[in-house]
């Protein structure tokens, strides 16, 4: 059973950035697709950013992508949305996702799932 827990939300104006980080324990990192994924206030849940079990690959939901960058250190168990540029329309609860690294990338649906942190961007 894998956990992952995410930090580092919080409120910024437009145009700047922020870094999201999410720690994963109770499995073998390197094994799992990891991705982040986003829920603004009246919307559904949507996909941002997944990365590769080994990082090599990434896949960007066109809403962010050149904006956003996701990369994950497998040593720290750890992954990062580091996000730029950033838009009113980015305020959203962020999730944090992972799966067993089988099958297509990036999945279809991620087994483990965290709390979530808040984005607040103002205008």
């Known amino acids: 059973q894998v956990q992952v827990v995410e930090s580092g939300g919080g409120l910024v104006q437009a145009g700047g950035s922020l870094r999201l980080s999410c720690a994963a324990s109770?499995?073998?990192?390197?094994?799992?697709?990891m991705g982040w994924f986003r829920q603004a206030p009246g919307k559904e849940r949507e996909p941002a950013a997944h990365?590769?079990?080994?990082?090599?690959?990434?896949y960007y939901a066109d809403s962010v992508k050149g904006r956003f960058s996701i990369t994950r250190d497998n040593a720290k168990n750890t992954v990062y949305l580091q996000m730029n540029s950033l838009k009113p329309e980015d305020t959203a609860v962020y999730y944090c996702?992972?799966?067993?690294?089988?099958?297509?990338?990036?999945?279809?649906?991620?087994?483990?799932w965290g709390q979530g942190t808040q984005v607040t961007v103002s205008s």
């Open positions: 996702a992972a799966k067993r690294a089988l099958g297509a990338f990036p999945p279809r649906e991620y087994d483990y």
């Open positions: 109770g499995g073998s990192f390197s094994m799992y697709y």
């Open positions: 990365i590769s079990n080994g990082g090599r690959s990434t």
